[in-house]
């Protein structure tokens, strides 16, 4: 498998957590090192680190059925044992609200960009979403 190939998987790894609902692999594709940090597209948007975002990832994709997401106009560029990698995201679901017995749709038109590093398997170590207004 390529670089470009592994790194995407890693990444499609992320997303398709929030489908399957299996987490197990949450903790193996980022970086567990005081150096990994994020920016949500939701709350809470301060900076994260590897323990807040893996949980904020689990809670996130158990909070939304019927979760989808797109991948659009990945742009890879690799600098030896880095990779910086941007795109259009679209993440499409129904928040649950499991109290209230409630659901609202949402979709998430936005950006991301995901920093990884090769040591030696890629691993992510910054991810950035944002949402945009489309």
Excluded at 16 to 43: A, C, M, V
Excluded at 58 to 74: A, G, M, T, W
Excluded at 77 to 98: H, P, R
């Amino acid at each position: 498998m390529s670089d470009n190939e592994e790194i995407i998987k890693i990444i499609e790894t992320l997303f398709e957590s929030g489908i399957t609902k299996n987490f197990s692999e949450l903790r193996n594709i980022h970086l567990n090192d005081p150096k990994f940090s994020s920016f949500s597209d939701l709350p809470p948007y301060d900076l994260k680190d590897f323990q807040n975002t893996i949980e904020l990832e689990e809670l996130k994709f158990v909070s939304i059925s019927d979760y989808s997401y797109e991948i659009k106009n990945p742009k890879i560029s690799i600098f030896e044992n880095t990779a910086i990698v941007a795109m259009e995201l679209i993440q499409k679901g129904m928040l649950v609200d499991t109290k209230a017995y409630t659901g609202e749709h949402m979709m998430i038109n936005g950006r991301a960009t995901f920093v990884l590093v090769k040591q030696p398997t890629w691993k992510i170590a910054h991810i950035h979403l944002s949402k945009t207004e489309i």
